[in-house]
């Protein structure tokens, strides 16, 4: 042996080899296991290569980073060729290989005695890698950048969609009106001075998580705003009335929520609002004098099975509601014991001049035997009951009689519903009869009405027309926001009044509203089969043709990782699931749930200017597992008395009554980051006149998502929704970190941005007060998605 071949490495040369030689093991192993599963090879050939490379090192060749550099060269090449010039897509193929690259062009470089590597090669790699991430990092494959023409001028309101939407200056209802549009005639905030506004005034709740509550409680308000005065719900379901140029409390109603951590949510999405003296009848009465005391009324759900009503100007209960104001949902309901946490409206009901539409969410994957999703119509004065739809009943119609209760587990409405007041056409997105993964036990009522948009008359509560959107769901995929109403123009210059109905699915489908006639295509395609013993699967699905679900299946050059360890065993776990595209059915062995229990859209829906016919909205893009578990000593397949829910949408869910439980959990790698590639959130928009989607871009950071605070704009996963205004600008908070946001309606660029103290997981709103417009959100964060927690309501203004 020679004496350059016998010199010690030292301790560079040492961790050389060290790093090589692990890392070729770990790719060998890994590879060999994901090539035996049908994915790629290259993790097997470059751990060979890598080995060959610590050889080299080790006998101090200089080919060993002419060697090193191949690797380099084609990692380039097989990274293109999986993914593209998309940057995040390419840095976890790179990025150690990269680093380790640039080590070893260093530790060359340094002088040492001979013999020296050969470090030209190794330098013309990482050069080429280096060409590569720039070149990606300003040419995103998944941006869309189409853009609409300007609007010209002042353009007349959509007076169909637009009724009730009342003073410009308002927003009365959740979704401005209650056709769901999400949007604002305001037009003082523009994109030529967004970039000005700044804090007005901030109002602090004081209601923060209890030690009683459950993981899932979440801020998700959106204020409604009527004459001087702004009133929104805090998670506790405590009601305020704020000043609205000001934000100063003017009164304050706490219905007294008693919590406990079998609770599935505690939160509050809105309230609702209504002028009895705007009835013609009650108008000549009080023309004379003042209006009766809670002449306008404030209408808020709580989540232990109760609706209050108060007065709007002072918060005191309306006593000639109910029981003094206070109205008990959970009369009726089959479920006797657990019902104050099993049945929660969660969201604002619809309100006509003399019904309240009431719905409520039911717990999820609990058990066979919880309470009735039944939706009811109670008179707006006394709260007394005017009919019922139980979506679950032979006769969804029959109120049931002393002794009798409505239908256990019926299918539930628990997102909020739209209303077009000149049809009166209440339009409920639905749920699906729970448990939610496991459907062999339901019956055909039960299924009549389920995962659809359900239009009722508003007056009677008869049925008007269904759409299902899944059969036979078996997946968690309900309707989960609000439908919104527009008049859009047809290939025919015809104006055609519809209602989108967004899907987890993606699929946003359009159906005519006096109807329920599809007006976008949405044909019924084949899709998996297989069901777990004793269960069955529809042989067809219904696909809108206006749609943000992806063109292709996920195969394992999808699957993502922080690097090129973790993105391995993302690859190797993906192969071992179940997956053959949209509506795989679960299984024991697991199940790949894409787009994934969360949705591509969520209770946040899409926001429409009714003026432009332009859509906003902001789709998700990250999978769920689903694995069902056999009966056993730890999952029986009845309650254990004394034993309540467990108060979370993830991890078991004890289904008790059927065969299994389920395990609910997104797709992460062993470290716990999204297995599936960025982007995972989007803001995009949409021309409803040609369904063509004109704009996509990622949409938030993992600023708050990391351990190191890096404002990466990778696209993250949201929970809440946009807003759109005239003056040619969106607003959306939702995303994981903790921002709200501004972007140009015509382009998607975005404007403006603020730090917030929490996270925003709720839809943003805007009013305008003494002349001056104002953006308002709350910030309380959200505990299951994991943003920081607070008690902010922050309004923001122009100088």
Not at 456 to 483: C, E, I, N, R
Request: hydrophobic share 40%.
């Amino acid at each position: 042996m020679s004496t350059e071949q016998a010199r010690p490495l030292g301790s560079t040369g040492f961790v050389s080899l060290l790093f090589t030689v692990l890392t070729g093991l770990y790719l060998l192993i890994g590879g060999a296991w994901l090539l035996s599963l049908g994915g790629s090879a290259y993790y097997l050939i470059t751990g060979i290569v890598l080995l060959g490379v610590a050889w080299l090192l080790f006998r101090r060749r200089p080919g060993a980073l002419a060697l090193y550099a191949l690797v380099l060269v084609g990692t380039a090449a097989w990274s293109l060729w999986e993914s593209g010039s998309d940057f995040w897509a390419l840095a976890p193929r790179s990025g150690v290989l990269v680093v380790f690259g640039v080590w070893l062009l260093l530790v060359s470089l340094r002088p040492v005695a001979p013999p020296r590597f050969d470090s030209g090669s190794l330098l013309a790699a990482l050069v080429i890698w280096a060409g590569v991430l720039v070149y990606a990092a300003f040419n995103d494959p998944q941006t869309v950048d189409g853009r609409f023409a300007a609007a010209a001028g002042a353009q007349a309101a959509n007076a169909n969609v637009n009724a009730g939407a009342g003073d410009p200056a308002d927003w009365p209802a959740y979704g401005r009106t209650q056709a769901g549009t999400r949007y604002s005639p305001l037009r003082q905030i523009t994109p030529d001075n967004v970039r000005n506004l700044q804090v007005a005034w901030t109002f602090r709740t004081g209601d923060m998580k209890g030690p009683n509550d459950p993981v899932e409680i979440t801020d998700e308000v959106t204020p409604v705003k009527i004459g001087d005065l702004l009133y929104l719900c805090s998670p506790h379901q405590k009601l305020f009335a704020l000043d609205a140029k000001t934000g100063a409390l003017k009164w304050k109603f706490d219905p007294g929520l008693r919590t406990d951590p079998s609770f599935q949510h505690v939160t509050c999405r809105g309230v609702s609002h209504v002028d009895l003296a705007q009835g013609a009848a009650l108008a000549a009465s009080t023309a004379s004098g003042p209006a009766p005391a809670c002449t306008r009324r404030i209408f808020l759900p709580v989540n232990d099975g109760h609706l209050y009503a108060l007065d709007a100007l002072t918060g005191e209960r309306c006593a000639d509601f109910a029981d003094k104001g206070d109205l008990d949902l959970q009369h009726g309901m089959p479920v006797t014991n657990q019902a104050r946490n099993m049945y929660e409206p969660t969201s604002p009901p619809v309100v006509t001049g003399k019904v309240i539409v009431v719905a409520g969410a039911v717990e999820d994957n609990y058990s066979t035997r919880e309470p009735s999703g039944v939706i009811r119509g109670f008179d707006v004065r006394t709260g007394e009951l005017l009919w019922a739809f139980d979506p679950g009943a032979p006769d969804p119609n029959r109120i049931p009689g002393p002794g009798e209760h409505y239908v256990w587990n019926s299918p539930n409405s628990w997102a909020p519903a739209a209303y077009d007041p000149q049809l009166d056409i209440v339009y409920l997105p639905m749920g699906v009869s729970t448990p939610d993964i496991w459907g062999g036990k339901r019956t055909p009522d039960q299924e009549r009405h389920a995962s659809g948009l359900l239009a009722l008359h508003a007056s009677t509560g008869k049925l008007a027309w269904f759409y299902q959107t899944v059969h036979h769901d078996l997946w968690d995929m309900d309707l989960p926001s609000q439908p919104t109403l527009a008049d859009i123009t047809g290939k025919d210059g015809k104006t055609i009044p519809v209602v989108y109905a967004p899907t987890k699915t993606g699929n946003l489908f359009v159906l005519d509203r006096r109807s329920g006639a599809l007006v976008v295509p949405a044909p019924e395609r084949p899709v998996p089969q297989g069901a777990a013993p004793g269960d069955r699967v529809s042989s067809t699905q219904p696909f809108s043709e206006l749609t943000f679900r992806p063109s292709k299946l996920l195969t394992d050059a999808d699957m993502w990782g922080a690097t090129v360890y973790d993105q391995l065993v993302c690859r190797v776990i993906f192969h071992r699931l179940r997956y053959e595209g949209t509506f795989t059915p679960p299984s024991l062995q697991g199940t790949l749930v894409f787009p994934g229990n969360l949705g591509m859209f969520e209770w946040g829906g899409i926001a429409v200017d009714t003026d432009r016919q332009i859509a906003i909205a902001n789709p998700m893009a990250l999978p769920f597992v689903s694995r069902l578990v056999p009966r056993g000593p730890n999952n029986p397949v009845e309650p254990v008395p004394g034993v309540k829910g467990g108060g979370s949408e993830q991890g078991l869910q004890t289904q008790y009554g059927v065969p299994y439980g389920v395990t609910l959990n997104p797709f992460l790698s062993p470290i716990g980051l999204p297995c599936k590639q960025p982007a995972w959130g989007y803001i995009s928009a949409i021309d409803l006149k040609t369904n063509r989607i004109v704009w996509k871009k990622r949409i938030g950071t993992v600023r708050d998502s990391s351990p190191v605070p890096l404002p990466f704009k990778m696209g993250m996963p949201m929970l809440g929704g946009p807003i759109v205004t005239a003056g040619g600008l969106a607003f959306i908070g939702a995303t994981a970190d903790n921002y709200l946001r501004a972007f140009d309606v015509n382009t998607g660029r975005q404007l403006w941005q603020a730090r917030l103290p929490a996270g925003a997981q709720a839809t943003p709103m805007t009013y305008s007060a003494n002349g001056k417009q104002y953006v308002v959100i709350a910030a309380g964060g959200h505990g299951s998605f994991g943003t920081r927690l607070g008690d902010y309501v922050i309004a923001y203004a122009l100088p």
